[in-house]
């Protein structure tokens, strides 16, 4: 499922968390990178295949997941 043109979920790709265009590299990883400081030139060097959009997606994405209403369930005693 693409939830963007940069954003992709697919069961069979990162247990289906969101990655960019069905790389296999997951937003929440891009993600880590931005939080800990590093820049958008740090994360596009350590991955050539990523567009300096790719990381303004996940920041979009992250966004917008921020607006969605969450429900918690226990799994596990």
């Not at 997951?26 to 994360?43: C, K, M, N, Q, Y």
């Amino acid at each position: 499922m693409y939830i963007s043109d940069r954003i992709t979920i697919d069961g069979n790709l990162c247990n289906g968390g969101p990655t960019i265009r069905g790389m296999g590299i997951t937003v929440r990883t891009i993600l880590e990178f931005v939080f800990a400081g590093d820049s958008h030139e740090d994360i596009l060097s350590q991955y050539p295949d990523l567009e300096a959009e790719d990381i303004e997606a996940c920041l979009q994405f992250a966004l917008a997941s921020a607006d969605r209403q969450h429900t918690i369930k226990q799994i596990a005693a």
